[in-house]
């Protein structure tokens, strides 16, 4: 308390506001004192002698006013809620990594079926929905699992998406759809530009250097949306394609 000013003036609080929350602070007191709001009531950060800050909910009102009706004295109380805050950041860091794991696959780190569902669907729901998907099935794969073991295909699955994604760029995003099988969606992506892009990866896939069983490659369906109908028509139109990559001799695109 020796430390506390006789005189508290506007300064000694302002000066030890975060700056990231100073003008929200100013904005709601002088939305208060002008009577925009009932009462002035905000969280902000206010740092302590050591340097660090804690976190503060301030609630006031204003209790005396002149003849004019302007304000003389505002009258509140401020709370503590460090504690509070701290628990909500961890809540939300810990919502994050679920939300991340509900959505990624777990061994190559893409998204996974589940988050392509939702995705087609929001897109599908668009005025105007415009998509191209590519599917495709890495060709053998039973045979690299059978000669070299699961951890070398699992590794095989972890190279080929990072060679896939590195061919996608931002222009698209990759799915892990089931096993060796892998979807590719390229939103407002024309068909021709959707058979390039799986000519790409192809080409990669087949150059991927995998010094753990030597080359492997992978056959493509692709297909654009079409008006009218659903996700799960498109998917067994993209499937249907991909199987007659398979039967045409594998490593090539089909669409």
Known sequence: MDEVPEEVGFDFFTSKLHKDDYDNVMDNMRDHLKGKRESYEVEYRIRTKDGSYKWYY???????TDDNDKPLL????VFDVSKNKEIENELKIANSQLHDLLIHDDLTKV???RYLYSKLENIINEQKPHFSIILFDIDNFKLVN???????GDNVLVE???????????????FRWGGEEFIVLLPDSILNKA???AEKIRINIAKCPLESCGQVTASFGVSSFKEGENINSI???VDSLMFKAKESGRNCVKF
Do not use: F, P, W
């Not at 301030?58 to 005396?64: F, N, Q, Y």
């Not at 059978?146 to 070398?152: E, F, I, L, R, S």
């Open 160 to 174: 080929i998406t990072k060679t896939c994604l590195k061919a996608i760029g931002e222009e698209g995003l990759l």
């Open 58 to 64: 301030d609630r006031g009102k204003v209790t005396k």
């Open 146 to 152: 059978d000669k070299h073991g699961h951890v070398v």
């Open 74 to 77: 505002l009258s509140g109380i």
């Open 195 to 197: 058979i390039s892009m």
């Open 111 to 113: 998204y996974n079926r």
């Open 235 to 237: 998917i067994k139109r």
